[in-house]
């Protein structure tokens, strides 16, 4: 009985997920089916001493035969879930973490179907995007967006593309060749996702279970999708399209990584789901190439307005 009922609740979480916004909250240890709930709600925020686990460590290190790992949180600290694209937020308390649920659903519908939410904004809508890279230097993407010091060196600041204070950046440490969040235009929540352009670190953890397993550090060049990222970009456009939040994609992006590991790990799969996520989209799209950026090649074809002419433009 309580395992069916476990899989009624799993079973109605995925099917809200489909027609409703969903999302969860880790505060506490979540184990087993609770674990694959949380997913399935897709949007989960977690406590950074709540672990996400399907087995405990004790009952691990028994199967094992002796003392490998120490503690829940090596199977499913922030360390883990946040690094693999599970965790979306990371929050030290409950308070913080009812704090950032309240501020997710302000760039919420209040109902399906209803329109995208509109807030009094103090940044003009007329106002001039002042902040631009130089060209052939590196910069941190998200000035695009929130603004910052002009990179001339003038020590004047520079405004973003969006609402000042709007923007709201998740799975942060997941697939860090690109960023994705939310944030507000005018005061209308949008979604948004833009190409990292700087060389950018991916950590593999080793596990205990495998003496001769060891940390690694990967390096990803910027402009460029991989299999991780490519997944990141569709799970993203997914979600918006199911917020019913408009998207801009802010395109600077030279193709897909091709080589033997990456085709291994799948980035032809990954890259065609991002081509299905837009296909279904139903709100506008806007893809803006930025100032002394490029686009080319199968990263061109994948985000090109005839995908779905209907809601999508380029500029």
Request: a negative charge; aromatic letters at 8%.
């Amino acid at each position: 009985e309580s395992l069916q009922g476990a899989s009624a609740i799993a079973a109605e979480t995925a099917l809200a997920n489909r027609e409703t916004f969903t999302l969860g909250y880790c505060t506490a240890r979540n184990i087993g089916i609770g674990s694959y709930v949380l997913r399935l709600g897709q949007r989960v925020i977690q406590q950074r001493d709540a672990p996400i686990i399907l087995t405990g460590y004790t009952a691990l290190n028994k199967l094992l035969g002796k003392s490998v790992y120490e503690s829940n949180l090596q199977l499913g600290g922030p360390e883990v879930m946040a690094n693999n694209g599970v965790t979306h937020l990371l929050v030290q308390d409950d308070l913080e973490a009812v704090h950032e649920i309240v501020k997710w659903l302000s760039f919420v519908p209040r109902a399906v179907g209803m329109p995208t939410p509109v807030m009094p904004t103090t940044d003009p809508v007329d106002r001039p995007v002042t902040w631009a890279p130089l060209p052939g230097a590196p910069y941190d993407p998200r000035m695009l967006l929130v603004g910052g010091p002009l990179p001339n060196g003038s020590g004047a600041h520079g405004a973003g593309l969006l609402d000042a204070g709007s923007f709201v950046e998740t799975l942060a440490d997941w697939a860090k060749s690109v960023v994705v969040g939310r944030g507000r235009l005018g005061g209308l929540a949008v979604g948004v996702i833009v190409t990292e352009n700087r060389l950018t670190e991916k950590a593999v953890l080793a596990d205990p279970a495998n003496l001769e397993s060891k940390p690694q550090t990967q390096m990803q060049a910027g402009q460029v999708w991989f299999p991780d990222s490519a997944y990141k970009t569709a799970q993203a456009v997914r979600d918006f399209n199911l917020e019913g939040l408009p998207l801009i994609i802010l395109a600077n992006w030279r193709g897909f990584s091709g080589g033997r590991k990456d085709m291994f790990e799948e980035v032809l799969k990954f890259g065609s789901f991002i081509v299905d996520e837009l296909t279904q989209f139903r709100q506008p799209i806007s893809v803006y190439i930025p100032p002394h950026c490029e686009i080319r090649g199968g990263a061109w074809v994948v985000i090109d307005s005839k995908i779905n002419p209907r809601v999508m433009e380029m500029y």
